[in-house]
């Protein structure tokens, strides 16, 4: 598979159908496969939550640059292993993103949301800086819409 950084948009990292792991602009995918070096298939399902774009690289042809440019090698290994100890650390935030969605599945029931519940979501999702993208993607994964 090959690496990737994400330049627009926000995806989600699912492993045997558990979200792991939610990735923005600016984040990699495939970066462990990378830097184990294997070509293995992918463990992960990543699954678009708003339109994303990202840059792609061929693993074999980024490997021969660095073979040719050791600093780019260091500095490129450097950012990798930094994005995915990020990654480690955010699962803490794709707890609070799946609590954030049970709380919407809970409130999303009948045809109408009150008010107060519908303010006490916003401030969760701004506390827990949930985007109001992925919240609006978390609707439609639930089969709502804001209307």
């Not at 598979?1 to 558990?18: E, F, I, K, M, T």
């Not at 990798?80 to 049970?102: C, H, W």
């Not at 916003?122 to 089969?143: D, F, M, T, V």
């Amino acid at each position: 598979p090959d690496l990737q950084l994400v330049y627009q948009g926000r995806v989600a990292v699912s492993v045997n159908g558990r979200r792991v792991a939610y990735v923005k602009a600016g984040d990699w995918l495939g970066e462990m496969a990378f830097l184990n070096g294997t070509n293995t298939p992918a463990t992960a399902t990543v699954t678009a939550l708003v339109p994303t774009r990202c840059f792609a690289w061929d693993p074999a042809q980024l490997r021969r640059l660095f073979a040719k440019y050791p600093d780019v090698a260091k500095t490129m290994t450097k950012m990798l292993t930094d994005d995915l100890m990020a990654k480690l650390e955010g699962n803490k935030g794709v707890r609070k993103l799946e609590e954030y969605q049970a709380m919407m599945n809970a409130a999303l029931v009948g045809d109408t949301i009150s008010k107060h519940t519908r303010d006490y979501l916003e401030r969760y999702a701004h506390k827990h800086q949930i985007c109001s993208l992925l919240g609006e993607a978390l609707l439609h994964e639930l089969g709502w819409t804001r209307e």
